[in-house]
């Protein structure tokens, strides 16, 4: 067994009760939310209808997502902001700790010593964090698609409007849900990614958290505040939110834009690794 190998199932295995735990979190929120979905879907339009510009970007909502079908339900209660949320804060923990962690201990300048290479540190390290990060969304999803015979959410829901016109709408998809938690995996693994740029680069876990927890707020805030002001419209380029809630991807399937934080991480991966090669390590 490589020197890489070991160093990147030694990383999992120690992380698997923790693994563990966000797994279970999120599985009982995704089933809870799930779970009320009978007893709200008649109400849920109505709850929403006289949002704010504000609240409804903060739920993802839009003339054409319809909150009391399955699709529109699971999209404001889970995809437009606990799942992907949740995934963003597992992603900068696992960045941070990837090369910082064990910096800040001392326990990376001892494997070092070994004969292992920085390299196979620094890229094994990224790839246990990105395996970790894509095991709870899958068993998110999992858990999902498992709940949707159980709670109605498989049916189409049939709506009629003030003329009397009716409209269908489908109810969700192992498809749909794999397709929603991939893009919210997607916004997480780019966190992840500036998360290990800063701790390889600086070697502080706390700093390398700061700045990536301040980053992803500040863009949750930037996309929300555009609603309510047209002057911030050309700075929420810069926020991820910008095309994860305007492409709505549970709902519509992917889109290419999802292939956006792939690229940012393998850039960050690539900045951090050289300069984590470059600098002496931090002293504990």
Excluded: H
């Excluded at 995704?30 to 504000?54: N, R, W």
């Excluded at 889970?78 to 960045?95: Q, R, S, W």
């Excluded at 991820?240 to 792939?262: K, Q, S």
């Amino acid at each position: 067994m490589s020197a890489a190998l070991r160093i990147y199932l030694r990383w999992i295995r120690d992380r698997r009760l923790s693994t563990l735990m966000w797994s279970l979190g999120l599985v009982v929120i995704v089933v809870m939310t799930a779970a009320f979905y009978p007893s709200l879907s008649e109400s849920g339009g109505d709850i929403f209808a006289d949002s704010s510009g504000a609240m409804s970007t903060l739920l993802g909502l839009s003339d054409i997502i319809d909150p009391s079908s399955p699709l529109g339900y699971l999209w404001i209660g889970l995809y437009a902001n606990i799942v992907p949320m949740t995934l963003i804060a597992l992603g900068i923990a696992l960045g941070s700790a990837a090369i910082a962690g064990d910096e800040e201990t001392g326990t990376l300048e001892y494997m070092l010593s070994k004969p292992v290479t920085r390299t196979a540190v620094a890229l094994s390290r990224f790839a246990a964090a990105a395996t970790i990060l894509f095991v709870v969304a899958a068993v998110t999803a999992l858990a999902l698609i498992a709940s949707i015979p159980l709670f109605e959410l498989g049916d189409d829901v049939t709506t009629t409007g003030a003329d009397g016109s009716t409209l269908t709408q489908p109810g969700a998809t192992a498809a749909d849900v794999a397709a929603g938690t991939f893009a919210s995996f997607a916004v997480g693994l780019g966190f992840l990614g500036i998360s290990y740029l800063l701790g390889a680069a600086t070697g502080r876990k706390g700093f390398a958290t700061g700045i990536s927890t301040a980053i992803a707020v500040g863009g949750y805030v930037l996309y929300t505040l555009s609603d309510a002001t047209d002057s911030l419209e050309a700075l929420t380029w810069v926020s991820p939110w910008r095309w994860y809630i305007a492409d709505a991807m549970l709902l519509d399937g992917l889109e290419w834009d999802v292939l956006l934080p792939f690229g940012l991480a393998l850039i960050c991966l690539l900045v951090g690794w050289q300069w984590f090669l470059r600098r002496d390590l931090q002293n504990p």
